[in-house]
């Protein structure tokens, strides 16, 4: 039995990085990005109105009482509007500033009277500054800024921004294939009809679930019931197919957890076997070759659940291009600090990690539900994990971190 983090760092010591693939842009949230990026389209591209009124030359302020209202620029087309001396040019939001102006008034802070004549004069109640209301080209950047590094997370906002260069496609870390093979003879798939002593399979749409929120493509999904044959036949077609196997149930010590030996049969060598953790202890990690990855997660849906959390998703991660803050393997969820609602204790040798509810408003942290691996109601219940160390008692106010489950806006 091996430590947590010992597991862990053999793990990522074993994950390759993807490689590079270039997809559409709009596929491209969520993903890392494989190569630096250089602006190639100055932002503005050309000096622009930030309003809505009239483009004039500062200094007439003072030398006239109103301004002739010369013509209109819009957004999208340059006009050939130069400004002259005395004049204003109505612009729009966007619009290119036309030649000689310096300075744009907002419309608010403006009057226009009619003349006789039909011609237009402008009073300008509010003075403004010398190019006051003009977006100056490459304010924001310029051509040949790096505008992202390489492993960079693409988010909305910076699809935007490459879009911005007008870019349609990004080159991006490409995700692992990922084969999920359930176990278990007692296993309905949803949608049938339960006969007793039989349960559903909620594992496999939990983790498909799962590696897809990883960022991960499922290939796969295989159930295999409890006999040599099948179950070698379903993870000899996962190690095919897939570059990760995820499969649940069947890796403890029953006659029945067929998994390890029939992995090894397929030439997967076994990294470790069983874990320092509660729950998950049975957890396995194995390779075949540089390439193929196998994990094998109790089938215990709690367990399942914690044992993906702690060793798979930081794989999945790593193959996807997220780089770690610190060097250190550490669980890739979201800490929050909160203060504890009731005292617990870890009497075992591993660490537990406790069910239970954050209220992020009141940073209070309460355990939920029964702490058993087999309670999917608990679980469900629950937006955090404590890591609760063996031997330790924890005092009711102590403030711990806690990992949070399920980010949700
Ligand atoms: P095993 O690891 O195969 O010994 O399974 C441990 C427990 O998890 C047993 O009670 C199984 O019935 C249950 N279990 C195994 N696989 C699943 C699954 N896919 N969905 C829900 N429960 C499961
Ligand atoms: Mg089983």
Redesign the pocket.
């Known amino acids: 039995m091996i430590e947590e983090d010992e597991a862990r760092n053999k793990i990522l010591e074993r994950t390759p990085i993807g490689s590079a693939v270039r997809i559409p842009l709009d596929e491209a949230c969520g993903a890392y990005l494989a190569k630096e990026l250089l602006a190639t389209v100055d932002l503005p591209g050309f000096d622009n109105s930030s309003m809505d009124g009239y483009a004039i030359r500062a200094a007439d302020q003072q030398n006239f009482e109103t301004l002739r209202v010369g013509g209109e620029q819009p957004a999208g087309p340059v006009l050939p509007l130069p400004v002259a001396e005395g004049e204003a040019i109505r612009i729009f939001t966007g619009a290119p500033i036309p030649d000689e102006a310096d300075a744009v008034v907002m419309q608010e802070d403006t009057q226009v009277e009619e003349g006789a004549d039909g011609e237009r004069w402008l009073r300008i109640t509010d003075p403004v500054e010398k190019g006051e209301n003009i977006r100056a080209c490459g304010g924001d950047l310029c051509v040949g800024q790096k505008i992202l590094s390489a492993h960079d997370l693409l988010t909305s906002s910076r699809i935007g921004l490459l879009a911005s260069q007008g870019l349609d496609w990004v080159d991006v870390i490409g995700s692992p294939r990922v084969a999920i093979v ?3 003879d ?2 309905v798939p949803v949608g049938r009809p339960l006969r007793k002593g039989q ?6 749409p ?2 498909q679930t799962l590696v897809r929120q990883a960022g991960a493509k499922v290939e796969r999904v295989f ?1 295999a019931k ?1 006999d040599v044959e099948t179950v070698e036949f379903f993870l000899s077609e996962a190690l095919e197919h897939c570059d990760i196997t995820i499969v ?5 010590v ?1 006659e ?2 067929l998994v390890k030996d029939r992995l090894n049969a397929l030439g997967v060598d076994t990294g470790f076997w069983r874990v320092k953790v509660k729950p998950g202890k ?1 957890f396995l990690f194995g390779t075949r070759g540089e390439d193929r990855l196998v994990f094998g ?5 709690v ?2 659940y914690v044992t993906f959390l702690l060793f798979v998703l930081p794989a999945l991660l790593k193959w996807r291009g997220r780089v770690l803050d610190d060097e250190k393997a550490t669980v890739p969820l979201q800490k929050f600090k909160a203060r504890l609602l009731t005292e617990m204790s870890n009497p075992g040798d591993r660490p537990h990690y406790i069910r239970g509810r954050v209220n992020v408003e009141r940073a209070t942290f309460e355990p939920l539900g029964l702490q058993e ?2 309670a ?1 109601f608990g679980l469900s219940q629950a937006n955090a994990l404590l890591r609760l160390d063996p031997q330790v008692e924890l005092k009711k106010h102590a403030r711990r971190d806690v990992f949070l489950l399920d980010p949700a806006w």
């Open positions: 359930v176990t278990g007692e296993l349960i559903y399979n909620s594992n496999g939990m983790l159930h409890d649940t149930g069947g890796v403890s029953g029945r957890d049975p997660l109790p089938g215990n849906p367990s399942s691996s087999h999917v």
